[in-house]
């Protein structure tokens, strides 16, 4: 006589979690750490930039070589993130929607500046554009100027910055695969109908998340602007080059006002990322309830 055992699979098992005093000191450890390694140098950067007042604040940033640097920047993310965003589109509509030989090594490029230290990816433009490089005699007879100009500041930005956009991008499309765009053909669509009434409306939530993150990155970008900028006062030196500028001559004030535009920027950021994520997440639960 066989002997069966029955399983009650009705009821829902506990999931597997730590006491309450482990949860507890985890929650603290990671609160603490996060308010001494993050909220303190905020608090300490606004601290520091209204130390001598409001007036000195304001009298910071509407000095004639901060509002440079602050135009500086806008001109430059201006420039960057619709470039990196066009890129970023077409990658991943060729990577996503296609297959084609080399699509592996067209995404280890993709993700190259995530490895690269910025300060190199500066130095190649400068071996590139350089008067002792290979084009920089050719540029200098023709009159261009790539070095310590906008042009220079431009370029150093799109390749720290063009990963954004796609990696935001291609594991999405990739995740909702080719059907929606291959019915929109079959039923007479073009291409650009396709994209812009079919693939656009299912990726645009991830395609602001990634233009919002390309454009914190080029308004904050140091290391590869400062290669190439030559740290020309009120010409070539962004927001975060003139922050090092005024705090290497001790003008402490100045450079905490200045640098609170660039963690206001930063605090706005991370304010728009959770909205768009919200949004998202409520979008996405709302189509979930109307399938079912």
């Known amino acids: 006589m066989q002997q069966t055992v029955s399983l009650d699979v009705t009821r829902p098992q506990q999931p597997l979690t730590e006491s309450l005093p482990i949860r507890v000191l985890l929650i603290v450890v990671g609160l603490g750490f996060i308010a ?23 009298e910071a940033i509407v000095e004639p070589d901060a509002l440079a640097a602050i135009r500086l920047t806008l001109i430059t993310a201006a420039i960057a993130v619709p470039l990196n965003l066009l890129f970023g ?18 995404i280890t490029l993709i993700d190259l500046p995530f490895s690269v230290s ?8 400068v071996l590139l554009f350089g008067s ?7 540029l200098e007879s023709h009159g261009i100027q790539v070095l310590f100009a906008v042009p ?3 370029l150093a930005t799109i390749f720290v910055t063009f990963p954004f956009v ?29 994209f812009r009434y079919v693939t656009l409306p299912n990726i645009k939530w991830a395609l602001l998340y990634g233009v919002l993150l390309c454009n914190a990155r080029a308004m904050g970008e140091f290391g590869a602007v400062s ?57 996405s639960k709302a189509g979930n309830g109307e399938e079912g």
Do not use: C
């Open 36 to 58: 001494l390694m993050i909220g303190l140098p905020l608090v300490i950067v606004f601290v520091e930039a209204l130390r001598q007042g409001a007036g000195a604040y304001l």
């Open 132 to 138: 002792q490089a290979a084009l920089g005699p050719w």
């Open 152 to 154: 220079g500041i431009v």
């Open 227 to 283: 290669v190439v900028s030559g740290h020309i006062r009120g010409l070539t030196n962004t927001v975060p080059l003139h922050v090092e500028i005024l705090y290497n001559e001790y003008n402490f004030s100045a450079a905490f006002a200045v640098a609170s535009l660039l963690t206001i920027l930063a605090l706005v950021t991370l304010l728009l990322k959770e909205w768009l994520e919200r949004r998202h997440l409520g979008r």
């Open 118 to 125: 910025p300060v190199i990816s500066g130095l190649i433009y």
């Open 89 to 106: 589109i077409a990658a991943s509509w060729a990577i996503a929607k296609n297959e084609f030989r080399g699509k592996h090594f067209l």
């Open 166 to 194: 796609a990696r935001e991008l291609i594991p999405l499309m990739q995740e909702q695969g080719n059907d929606e765009e291959e019915a929109a053909i079959l039923l007479g669509a073009s291409g650009w109908q396709t």
